[in-house]
């Protein structure tokens, strides 16, 4: 079973950045990729962004330019760089591992595993 550890939230000023981190470590790493969702309360979770286990990024149309998603092999680690927040940024972020991550027209596609493997989420706050 992977686990998967995320940091690098905080409060943060408009117009901003954050680089959020997700760690995986586990005894089999072997999912086809990764994501980072977000999720205000009382909503449902947003897709932001997915990278495959060959490199591959992909990103929900409302986060191309200013999410910049990268992954580390040695590391285990995916990163995610946030630029020019917004307060509707706000929000707690999670990484996952998928079974599915690719772009199919402008839309982005993901597949959770059965059951789902989530990180404890690493708050982000866009307020002055």
């Known amino acids: 079973q992977v686990q998967l550890v995320e940091s690098g939230g905080g409060l943060v000023q408009p117009g901003g950045s954050l680089r959020l981190s997700c760690a995986a470590s586990g005894p089999r790493l072997d999912y086809r990729a990764i994501g980072w969702f977000r999720q205000v309360p009382g909503k449902k979770r947003e897709e932001v962004s997915c990278?495959?286990?060959?490199?591959?990024?992909h990103y929900a149309p409302s986060m191309k330019g200013r999410f910049t998603i990268t992954g580390d092999k040695t590391k285990k680690t995916v990163d995610l760089q946030i630029n020019a927040l917004k307060p509707e940024d706000t929000a707690v972020y999670y990484c996952?591992?998928?079974?599915?991550?690719?772009?199919?027209?402008?839309?982005?596609?993901?597949?959770?595993?059965?059951?789902?493997?989530w990180g404890q989420g690493t708050q982000v706050t866009v307020s002055s």
């Open positions: 990278i495959t286990s060959d490199g591959a990024t």
């Open positions: 996952t591992t998928l079974r599915l991550c690719f772009t199919a027209g402008s839309a982005l596609v993901t597949a959770l595993y059965d059951p789902p493997v």
